[in-house]
């Protein structure tokens, strides 16, 4: 795996402790890229803590069913985290003169909460477990019902009357095709966690498919209900 100039390997290419930021219904994937407006003072600092260290930074969603417990800072309550993210490397980064830094997350690769750990920083950080198989070549890529996706995104498209660059869709393999659409989707935080989650690239693109198949018909229903 290369994101940006580095190469990610074995389990010694990737830090023990990383920084996370808790966002949710973001969903990053191994060689995603992520677009980031950064602007609150403790991501800030933990933008600067990530650009002096490895410049990784792990996105996570907050605990899907909304329990809080108290967390690294016992002045306040933090949401709880979902046990699975994903690592991703800065790979860009611009200033923007007015207090907020954009930057690129490329992803690299997902891993497991073992624990958070406690400190005096504004920003959490958690030891984790990478998952190593997704530091290595795709595989199953040529199993993936590429014809089935496709009708399943054009149609989602055409019911919402939105468009997209149909040239680089037809050009992209099947692995950026299935993550980029994942990424882009415009589902909940659950449906985004089942993406990040799926086994292997066949099941996430299973699962994606069946996500829009689920979203069109609840969409008809609402149009056939809204005619009654």
């Given at each position: 795996?290369?994101?940006g100039?580095?190469?990610?390997r074995t389990?010694?290419?990737?830090?023990e402790?990383?920084?996370?930021?808790p966002l949710?219904a973001?969903?990053?994937?191994?060689n995603?890229?992520m677009?980031?407006?950064?602007?609150?003072p403790?991501?800030?600092e933990?933008l600067?803590?990530a650009?002096a260290?490895?410049?990784i930074i792990g996105?996570i969603?907050?605990?899907?069913?909304?329990?809080r417990?108290?967390?690294?800072?016992?002045?306040?309550k933090v949401?709880?985290?979902?046990?699975?993210?994903c690592?991703?490397?800065i790979?860009?980064y611009?200033?923007?003169?007015?207090g907020?830094i954009?930057?690129?997350?490329?992803?690299?690769?997902?891993?497991r909460v073992?624990?958070?750990?406690v400190?005096?920083?504004?920003?959490?950080?958690?030891?984790?477990a990478p998952?190593?198989?997704?530091l290595?070549e795709?595989?199953?890529?040529?199993?993936i019902n590429?014809?089935?996706l496709l009708?399943?995104?054009?149609?989602y498209?055409?019911a919402?009357?939105?468009d997209a660059d149909?040239?680089g869709?037809s050009r992209?393999?099947?692995?950026?095709l299935v993550n980029?659409?994942?990424?882009?989707?415009?589902?909940g935080?659950?449906?985004?966690?089942a993406?990040?989650e799926?086994?292997?690239l066949?099941t996430r693109?299973?699962?994606?498919i069946?996500?829009?198949e689920i979203?069109l018909?609840?969409?008809?229903?609402?149009?056939?209900?809204?005619?009654?």
């Amino acid at each position: 795996m290369q994101a940006g100039n580095a190469h990610y390997r074995t389990m010694k290419d990737i830090p023990e402790i990383i920084p996370v930021f808790p966002l949710k219904a973001a969903l990053l994937l191994p060689n995603g890229q992520m677009p980031l407006n950064i602007f609150e003072p403790r991501y800030l600092e933990m933008l600067d803590a990530a650009m002096a260290g490895k410049r990784i930074i792990g996105m996570i969603q907050p605990c899907l069913d909304g329990d809080r417990k108290a967390g690294a800072r016992k002045e306040r309550k933090v949401p709880d985290l979902c046990e699975v993210g994903c690592m991703g490397r800065i790979t860009t980064y611009a200033e923007t003169g007015d207090g907020r830094i954009l930057i690129t997350l490329q992803g690299i690769c997902r891993f497991r909460v073992l624990d958070e750990m406690v400190n005096r920083l504004p920003f959490r950080q958690c030891r984790i477990a990478p998952f190593l198989a997704d530091l290595e070549e795709t595989a199953g890529a040529e199993e993936i019902n590429r014809q089935a996706l496709l009708k399943a995104f054009r149609d989602y498209l055409d019911a919402n009357n939105l468009d997209a660059d149909w040239d680089g869709i037809s050009r992209a393999g099947n692995e950026t095709l299935v993550n980029a659409l994942a990424m882009m989707s415009p589902f909940g935080p659950a449906e985004k966690q089942a993406l990040l989650e799926a086994a292997d690239l066949k099941t996430r693109a299973e699962t994606l498919i069946a996500l829009t198949e689920i979203a069109l018909a609840r969409e008809n229903d609402d149009f056939g209900s809204s005619l009654q």
